[in-house]
């Protein structure tokens, strides 16, 4: 089955870079939108941005300027910079992709990573 792993999430000063990756992987025949979503404590889990697999990108209010959504489609990754972080940034970031996958599961489907925690302090 496919499998969608995050990393880089971790604690940063306000101001402050991140960098979030994830990876896709399994039967994977290809990988249609990709996206980050987040869910801060006592919140919904929302849109942070999503890219397709031409390049075309998409981002929540609350980020344009300061985050930058990116893939590369030969690794199955997609990568989130984050810049001039701020508390209100703070959440679990979750991976999401649309896959279709090979073998068995040819069908395109919805998949979530476990998510990776950044916390921005003041």
């Known amino acids: 089955q496919v499998q969608l792993v995050e990393s880089g999430g971790g604690l940063v000063q306000a101001g402050g870079s991140l960098t979030l990756s994830c990876v896709a992987s399994g039967s994977i025949f290809s990988i249609n939108l990709m996206g980050w979503y987040r869910q801060a404590p006592g919140k919904q889990r929302g849109l942070v941005a999503t890219v397709t697999s031409d390049g075309r990108t998409n981002y929540a209010d609350s980020v344009k300027g300061r985050f930058t959504i990116s893939r590369d489609n030969a690794k199955n990754t997609v990568n989130l910079r984050m810049n001039s972080l701020q508390p209100e940034d703070t959440a679990v970031y979750y991976c999401?992709?649309?896959?279709?996958?090979?073998?068995?599961?040819?069908?395109?489907?919805?998949?979530w990573g476990q998510g990776t925690q950044v916390t921005v302090s003041s």
């Open positions: 999401n992709a649309n896959i279709r996958g090979g073998g068995t599961y040819y069908t395109v489907r919805n998949y």
